[in-house]
């Protein structure tokens, strides 16, 4: 449950924070938007936040 909520806390500052702009709109994520439909895929944010929370969980694994 701790997990959930720091998970929830973290998604809720990346999607208010204004010095972010970058974040979700990096070449390679895929937007497709037409009259009565939008489709947005985040493929390269998605990859980019794996690979440093991945970074981030080895530190602290080295660490304890």
């Given at each position: 449950m701790l997990l959930g909520a720091v998970l929830l806390v973290v998604g809720l500052v990346v999607?208010?924070?204004?010095g972010l702009p970058w974040l979700g709109r990096l070449p390679g994520d895929v937007r497709i938007e037409?009259?009565?439909?939008?489709i947005y895929v985040p493929v390269t944010t998605s990859i980019a936040i794996s690979i440093v929370a991945s970074l981030l969980l080895a530190l602290l694994a080295r660490l304890r």
């Open positions: 999607h208010l924070a204004p037409r009259p009565g439909l939008r």
